[in-house]
């Protein structure tokens, strides 16, 4: 599957961005979707992620009441609503997909669960 990440740019402190990530193919649902994200010199990290139904979400705590991931297998699309954005949230904002079906959530916080990644998106926050 090829995912495509958009939505990222230049934003001030407090302000709001909603990145979207759509999939090529009709099986997205079969998919538990991630977002991460990866600032210059640092490794990448988990944010967001959310199961195939979309009835669980979990987040990383420094964004935890701030981002929300979304889903609508309809559209092949997942979402991360980011609101309240610091300037440590600057960094390229990845979404990917896993195939496992494993239920143990914390599995899911590691980029190498995810079998299918998208080009990223930049966001900024200014100060």
């Known amino acids: 599957v090829q995912l495509q990440a958009s939505g990222g740019g230049l934003v001030q402190v407090g302000g709001s961005l909603r990145l979207s990530c759509a999939a090529s193919?009709?099986?997205?649902?079969?998919?538990?979707m991630g977002w991460f994200r990866q600032a210059p010199g640092s490794e990448r990290e988990f944010v967001a992620a959310?199961?195939?139904?979309?009835?669980?979400?979990d987040y990383r705590p420094s964004v935890k009441g701030r981002f929300t991931i979304s889903r609508d297998n309809a559209k092949n699309t997942v979402y991360l609503q980011m609101n309240s954005l610091k300037p440590e949230d600057t960094a390229v904002y990845y979404c990917?997909?896993?195939?496992?079906?494993?239920?143990?959530?914390?599995?899911?916080?590691?980029?190498?669960?995810?079998?299918?990644w998208g080009q990223g998106t930049q966001v900024t926050v200014s100060s």
């Open positions: 990917a997909a896993a195939v496992a079906r494993i239920d143990y959530s914390g599995y899911y916080y590691q980029p190498v669960a995810y079998d299918y």
């Open positions: 959310i199961r195939r139904s979309g009835g669980r979400t």
């Open positions: 193919e009709g099986t997205f649902s079969s998919y538990h």
